[in-house]
């Protein structure tokens, strides 16, 4: 049996992204709950009358992912001002990069780079970790 309780580390991660989306960075959590990682990586994305999320669509799925995965991103508009990095800012920008992301996260969530930092955070502060992003296929 365990003796003590501990937190499991809750860690960010830069994407940077080339190709098509060069010079674009997003800043995103990476330790959210399996449950939650379902809903975005399941049959469907998880949302749909196949899911256990029927009422959900995809606007609901993009400000879902806004509000509990988003940190910080260096997006701005056409007339050069910043995106904020939250449910607004998710609706401002083209489908094809927020489906992108979403799906570059997941794999980032899944499959963190290898060798993560031994940094000790206590469970208070978040190592963020950079992760490279290649073109769209």
């Known amino acids: 049996m365990a003796t003590k ?5 809750k860690r960010t991660a830069r994407l940077i992204f080339d190709g098509e989306y060069e010079g674009i960075e997003v800043v995103v959590r990476l330790d959210l709950s399996i449950d939650y990682l379902l809903r975005f990586t399941g049959p469907g994305n998880g949302y749909g009358p196949e899911s256990s999320y029927p009422e959900a669509t995809a606007m609901h799925l993009y400000k879902d992912f806004a509000r509990a995965v988003l940190v910080e991103w260096n997006l701005e508009d056409d007339q050069g001002q910043p995106i904020p990095a939250d449910e607004a800012g ?10 992108f992301l979403i799906t570059k996260w997941g794999e980032a969530a899944v499959n963190p780079p290898a060798p993560l930092s031994g940094i000790s955070n206590g469970g208070s502060t978040s190592v963020a970790d950079t992760i490279q992003m290649g073109p769209l296929k």
Not at 5 to 9: A, S
């Open 90 to 99: 998710m609706g401002m920008v083209p489908p094809a990069f927020a489906s």
């Open 5 to 9: 309780r501990v937190r499991v580390p």
